[in-house]
């Protein structure tokens, strides 16, 4: 009795370091290992009714981020532990690996338009003039069948064996975290800002990390440097020590592997900055966008937990060709959805519109109908994103953008305003079926009444609290600021006479239209924060601001100590602080009480 029970135990100890053999070899699943136990012990074999799916394999598609994140690291913490983590993802080359097998081998499809020069127009998604239908939208670009046949080709295999093929071998989020990490459980659940930097974006972005922080917002910051070439020491422990913000430099083997593979840079970077982001709910910020408020609150919000990917909009009719829609296996239906304000001019008003199913693709705007993007278009200088729920978004994405300046981005915008990224978030979603929310207020054009011109000039656009917005459409806050002309670069204020008028001291509120809404001077907020930064005359021989209404110092706040764009252009800078930035900024408080004009707030 004794030698059997002996043997029994001798028996188990031997299958069982077998077992353990196989699974550290990842030969055997844990069901398998479960089941030679099971048999040794002359039992049933274990039910397969609660096996686990292999990591990244069942990504959950739930809106909510928290069920979302939950469900993730339920089905995938048990097989991480037991399968070894992907090096590749610690490094992020999985991401990349073979991404030439998806190459578009046909000439680039940039500006071949089938009329020279004759891009799709750019007109405003509110238009009533023009008809912007299928056949107009397939005849701008120039696409011919070969190239469509290897866009349809490359962008199925893509998303049906590749993005399959990566949350296989172990990618479970954006990044290169899985939930065998000791941090994940930091990673998940976690909230921040990122901007990209690098040069002269460094100093952009620098003024947006100290709006962030005047505004109230408490959660980390990223600043993203493509290369270690764009670090510089001082300035990254500077706005660590003082703002919270790391920079995160990007590795610079692989940053030069993709240049010379894939030619990244400038809007490929917002892809890298995401992917190598230490955060899985981001808020993007350009470097020139400034929120208003503190809009922490975005990330705990119903619409957020709802979508998990928010855009805002852009001011655009859209112009994507109808191929793309082939192109990505989306089915458009002529089954019109929306009215456009085309069609209510050719109806002579709205009491006057037909039932929309007695329109066609021939005599409406393409883009109304089931299956086709929204207009208007989007607008990418900002977007949240949760970088784990929208794992197949931002995989599909990323294709999109290595392959974008020849394939994706002409097809998405046909040389129309603002060709670029701003349209692979959406589309990347939409070809998914993933939820996605753009903010269902347009901008509000912000700028002055220019006395040189007697015309209104805008200069920066006005956006929009997403939740306000799904619910009214009048009391809505203005929450961000995108600076886009000028940009707060001080030869580009001065040369342009961008705060003073050329032939006269006359001094210039840019953005006047916006002090009611958001309830505080936003010229002289931006101003102070330039001016004390840039000029290293605005402080007295002790060090200190000459304004008695701050309480700065020159070896703090100065960034010509910690830029070195700023120190390089510092001879400068003095002159145009002595006779721009410095005057601009007191005139800015002595009118600050001032009223705005009613010219002001009209585009």
Same mark, same amino acid.
């Given at each position: 009795?004794?030698?059997?029970?002996?043997?029994?135990?001798?028996?188990?100890?031997?299958?069982?370091?077998?077992?353990?053999?196989?699974?550290?070899?990842?030969?055997?699943?844990?069901?398998?290992?479960?089941?030679?136990?099971?048999?040794?012990?002359?039992?049933?074999?274990?039910?397969?009714?609660?096996?686990?799916?292999?990591?990244?394999?069942?990504?959950?598609?739930?809106?909510?981020?928290?069920?979302?994140?939950?469900?993730?690291?339920?089905?995938?913490?048990?097989?991480?532990?037991?399968?070894?983590?992907?090096?590749?993802?610690?490094?992020?080359?999985?991401?990349?690996?073979?991404?030439?097998?998806?190459?578009?081998?046909?000439?680039?499809?940039?500006?071949?338009?089938?009329?020279?020069?004759?891009?799709?127009?750019?007109?405003?998604?509110?238009?009533?003039?023009?008809?912007?239908?299928?056949?107009?939208?397939?005849?701008?670009?120039?696409?011919?069948?070969?190239?469509?046949?290897?866009?349809?080709?490359?962008?199925?295999?893509?998303?049906?064996?590749?993005?399959?093929?990566?949350?296989?071998?172990?990618?479970?989020?954006?990044?290169?975290?899985?939930?065998?990490?000791?941090?994940?459980?930091?990673?998940?659940?976690?909230?921040?800002?990122?901007?990209?930097?690098?040069?002269?974006?460094?100093?952009?972005?620098?003024?947006?990390?100290?709006?962030?922080?005047?505004?109230?917002?408490?959660?980390?910051?990223?600043?993203?440097?493509?290369?270690?070439?764009?670090?510089?020491?001082?300035?990254?422990?500077?706005?660590?020590?003082?703002?919270?913000?790391?920079?995160?430099?990007?590795? *610079?083997? !692989?940053?030069?592997? @993709?240049?010379?593979?894939?030619?990244?840079?400038? %809007?490929? /970077?917002?892809? #890298?900055?995401?992917?190598?982001?230490?955060?899985?709910?981001?808020?993007?910020?350009?470097?020139?966008?400034?929120?208003?408020?503190?809009?922490?609150?975005?990330?705990?919000?119903?619409?957020?937990?709802?979508?998990?990917?928010?855009?805002?909009?852009?001011?655009?009719?859209?112009?994507?060709?109808?191929?793309?829609?082939?192109?990505?296996?989306?089915?458009?239906?002529?089954?019109?959805?929306?009215?456009?304000?085309?069609?209510?001019?050719?109806?002579?008003?709205?009491?006057?519109?037909?039932?929309?199913?007695?329109?066609?693709?021939?005599?409406?705007?393409?883009?109304?109908?089931?299956?086709?993007?929204?207009?208007?278009?989007?607008?990418?200088?900002?977007?949240?994103?949760?970088?784990?729920?929208?794992? *197949?978004? !931002?995989?599909?994405? @990323?294709?999109?953008?290595?392959?974008?300046?020849? %394939?994706? /981005?002409?097809? #998405?915008?046909?040389?129309?305003?603002?060709?670029?990224?701003?349209?692979?978030?959406?589309?990347?979603?939409?070809?998914?079926?993933?939820?996605?929310?753009?903010?269902?207020?347009?901008?509000?054009?912000?700028?002055?009444?220019?006395?040189?011109?007697?015309?209104?000039?805008?200069?920066?656009?006005?956006?929009?609290?997403?939740?306000?917005?799904?619910?009214?459409?009048?009391?809505?806050?203005?929450?961000?600021?995108?600076?886009?002309?000028?940009?707060?670069?001080?030869?580009?204020?001065?040369?342009?006479?961008?705060?003073?008028?050329?032939?006269?001291?006359?001094?210039?509120?840019?953005?006047?239209?916006?002090?009611?809404?958001?309830?505080?001077?936003?010229?002289?907020?931006?101003?102070?924060?330039?001016?004390?930064?840039?000029?290293?005359?605005?402080?007295?021989?002790?060090?200190?601001?000459?304004?008695?209404?701050?309480? #700065?110092?020159?070896?703090?706040?100065?960034?010509?100590?910690?830029?070195?764009?700023?120190?390089?252009?510092?001879?400068?800078?003095?002159?145009?602080?002595?006779?721009?930035?410095?005057?601009?900024?007191?005139?800015?408080?002595?009118?600050?009480?001032?009223?705005?004009?009613?010219?002001?707030?009209?585009?």
């Amino acid at each position: 009795m004794i030698s059997k029970h002996r043997l029994r135990l001798f028996l188990l100890i031997v299958v069982a370091l077998v077992g353990l053999h196989f699974l550290t070899t990842n030969n055997f699943s844990n069901q398998d290992l479960q089941r030679i136990l099971d048999e040794s012990l002359n039992k049933k074999p274990a039910s397969n009714n609660h096996k686990q799916p292999s990591p990244g394999k069942d990504i959950p598609q739930t809106p909510n981020q928290q069920d979302s994140s939950k469900q993730q690291s339920d089905s995938t913490k048990a097989n991480s532990k037991l399968k070894p983590k992907n090096p590749k993802i610690d490094d992020y080359t999985i991401f990349f690996e073979d991404l030439e097998r998806y190459q578009i081998n046909q000439p680039s499809i940039k500006d071949r338009y089938k009329e020279k020069d004759q891009k799709a127009k750019e007109l405003f998604s509110t238009s009533d003039s023009f008809l912007f239908n299928k056949e107009y939208l397939e005849n701008v670009l120039d696409i011919s069948e070969k190239t469509f046949d290897e866009m349809k080709a490359s962008h199925t295999m893509y998303v049906n064996e590749r993005i399959p093929q990566l949350l296989n071998e172990g990618v479970v989020t954006f990044g290169k975290m899985v939930p065998s990490d000791p941090d994940w459980n930091i990673y998940e659940g976690s909230s921040g800002y990122v901007l990209v930097g690098g040069g002269r974006y460094s100093w952009l972005s620098y003024l947006v990390i100290k709006q962030l922080r005047a505004t109230g917002a408490q959660l980390p910051i990223e600043l993203f440097l493509a290369t270690e070439d764009d670090y510089e020491k001082n300035f990254c422990e500077h706005i660590l020590r003082t703002y919270n913000a790391r920079c995160n430099v990007f590795d *610079k083997n !692989l940053a030069q592997d @993709l240049l010379t593979r894939f030619n990244i840079g400038g %809007y490929q /970077y917002k892809m #890298l900055a995401l992917l190598s982001s230490r955060f899985e709910n981001v808020l993007y910020l350009d470097s020139d966008n400034f929120p208003t408020k503190n809009v922490d609150y975005l990330f705990t919000s119903d619409l957020y937990k709802k979508n998990n990917l928010i855009l805002w909009p852009d001011a655009w009719a859209r112009t994507t060709n109808p191929m793309y829609y082939d192109i990505a296996g989306v089915e458009v239906r002529e089954n019109k959805l929306r009215y456009s304000a085309y069609d209510i001019k050719q109806a002579g008003g709205k009491e006057n519109l037909r039932p929309m199913s007695e329109y066609t693709f021939e005599n409406s705007w393409f883009h109304d109908f089931d299956g086709t993007l929204p207009d208007p278009t989007s607008e990418t200088g900002m977007f949240m994103v949760n970088k784990t729920s929208h794992l *197949k978004t !931002l995989l599909l994405c @990323l294709y999109y953008n290595v392959f974008g300046p020849n %394939y994706y /981005y002409p097809i #998405l915008t046909q040389g129309s305003a603002g060709e670029g990224d701003k349209e692979t978030f959406i589309a990347a979603a939409h070809a998914l079926n993933e939820p996605w929310h753009q903010t269902l207020k347009q901008f509000q054009w912000t700028g002055y009444h220019s006395k040189a011109t007697n015309s209104f000039k805008s200069k920066a656009l006005a956006h929009y609290d997403p939740v306000q917005a799904s619910t009214d459409s009048k009391n809505v806050d203005v929450i961000f600021m995108h600076l886009s002309y000028p940009k707060f670069y001080p030869n580009w204020l001065v040369d342009n006479h961008d705060l003073i008028y050329e032939n006269s001291d006359e001094h210039i509120r840019m953005y006047a239209g916006v002090k009611e809404n958001v309830g505080y001077d936003f010229d002289l907020r931006v101003l102070q924060f330039f001016t004390e930064s840039i000029c290293p005359n605005y402080y007295g021989s002790n060090g200190k601001a000459i304004d008695e209404d701050v309480s #700065l110092t020159k070896d703090t706040t100065y960034m010509g100590e910690y830029l070195q764009y700023i120190k390089d252009e510092e001879q400068n800078n003095i002159k145009r602080c002595e006779e721009v930035f410095i005057p601009h900024l007191k005139w800015l408080k002595e009118t600050k009480d001032a009223k705005e004009s009613k010219d002001d707030t009209k585009a």
